[in-house]
Each structure stands twice: as C-alpha cells, then as structure tokens.
C-alpha cells in the first residue's frame, strides 16, 4: 500500500499557505469569510498531515499555534502593519510544524 497525501506532504508550507492565503483571499475579495475558508482548509489538510506523522498531543498544539496565530496577528496588525503580522504568523506556525512533524 503506498503512503497517503497525510503522510507524504511537508505540512510547514501548508501551514503558511492558509495563513497568507486565507488573509490574500479576504483583502483581493473584500469577502472575510472566503479567507477563513481558506485558513480552515489549509488547516484540516495540515492538521490530518500532523494527526498521521505526530500523533494527536503534537497535532493539538501545532493547531494551536496555527490558529493563535491566526487570532495574534490581528492585534499585531495594528502595531506593525497587516502583512509583516501574517507573515510572522505564517513563519511561527510554519516553523514549528517543521520541528515538530515534518522533520521527523
């Protein structure tokens, strides 16, 4: 049996893939609820890639941190501008499921 799309896709880049896009799609459409549609589809295809490599204590916390991320860089935009705060975002939620399921 070959391996699954779970277990063979890099979730980092996915990960960092549904914080920009979800944010790209809401500011190019004008249309908030088409980023979290975004946001939310990239995390479910992150989060069955972390579920399968992980387990479900590490898929706990990576969702936290992508969706803490996600609810930070709100509040952080307003200091440092929208795209430096999902950018960050991004790299944080990227980074750590680098580290903690891709690598692996």
Do not use: N
């Not at 980023?35 to 936290?64: D, I, Q």
Request: hydrophobic share 50%; net charge positive.
């Amino acid at each position: 049996m070959s391996p699954s799309v779970s277990t063979t896709l890099p979730t980092a880049p996915v990960a960092a893939a549904g914080l920009v896009g979800g944010y790209l799609a809401a500011r190019v459409t004008g249309i908030r609820p088409l980023g979290g549609v975004v946001l939310a589809g990239a995390g479910v295809l992150a989060g069955r890639g972390w579920l399968a490599k992980s387990g479900p204590a590490t898929t706990a916390a990576l969702s936290v941190i992508y969706l803490g991320g996600f609810g930070a860089s709100h509040p952080l935009a307003k200091k440092v501008g929208a795209w430096p705060a999902v950018l960050g975002a991004a790299a944080v939620s990227a980074g750590a499921a680098h580290v903690l399921s891709d690598r692996g």
